[in-house]
């Protein structure tokens, strides 16, 4: 069975600074890994995703993501927060048919 | 890209009543629809997983007579809430994987709300 362990269920930045999310994984095949973003009453928004290819992905909004296998992780930064970046973000672990969903991080952006 | 489309975005029933949700594939063909549900400030937790023409199959907990999926088509899942409660009150999201790709598209979701 795979799953997502997110350390931290709410960050604090100040506008400008590095945002750091952390995400472990579980998972008994290579993975496939994504990061989303939902703002409220909203749906899920991709930010980027991990197929196997490049280890370091580039994502949209400036996000950028690094799967290191030796440590199970997949964690989100940018280097420089905006107030817009303020959202609840999920990561979570696929094996295609059976996608599952970290607690997620609300990311809160001081100005 | 990959578009999913929800409907209605907001509903709000009465206790007793049944509420159809409807989850469309805008722009692809999909084999397989996921629908989730989100209590507030949580996460997603997977309530099915739908394939087309077949039975959807639920997670451990999910009561498959009061949420009937149905999959008719390669781009529209619904799920019905039969005689919904107060307690069924929550944040509704489904997703289409697209045929052939390890990804799942999400809708904006439906907010549900039993009174």
């Known amino acids: 069975a795979q799953s997502v362990t997110q350390l931290g269920s709410h960050v604090s930045v100040s506008e400008g600074a590095l945002v750091l999310l952390r995400c472990n994984y579980s998972?008994?095949?290579?993975?496939?890994l994504f990061w989303y973003v939902q703002y409220p009453n909203q749906g899920l928004q991709l930010l980027l995703k991990?197929?196997?290819?490049?280890?370091l992905v580039k994502g949209i909004n400036g996000f950028e993501a690094e799967f290191k296998k030796s440590e199970t992780s997949f964690h989100l930064t940018k280097p420089s927060a905006h107030m817009s970046d303020a959202a609840e973000y999920f990561c979570?672990?696929?094996?295609?048919?059976?996608?599952?969903f970290g607690a997620g991080t609300r990311l809160t952006v001081k100005p | 890209g990959a578009v999913v489309s929800q409907h209605p975005s907001r509903v709000i029933c009465k206790s007793g009543t049944s509420v159809k949700i409807e989850c469309r594939s805008l722009d692809f063909q999909a084999t397989t629809m996921f629908w989730y549900r989100q209590f507030p400030k949580q996460s997603l937790m997977l309530m099915a997983t739908s394939n087309e023409g077949s039975k959807a199959t639920y997670e451990q907990g999910v009561e498959k007579d009061k949420f009937l999926i149905n999959h008719a088509s390669l781009t529209l899942s619904t799920l019905t809430v039969t005689s919904a409660h107060p307690e069924d009150s929550s944040f509704y999201i489904c997703?289409?994987?697209?045929?052939?790709?390890?990804?799942?598209?999400f809708g904006p979701g439906t907010r549900l709300t039993v009174l």
């Open positions: 991990y197929t196997s290819a490049a280890t």
């Open positions: 997703s289409a994987e697209r045929t052939g790709l390890a990804e799942q598209f």
């Open positions: 998972s008994s095949v290579p993975p496939y």
């Open positions: 979570a672990v696929s094996d295609p048919n059976d996608m599952r």
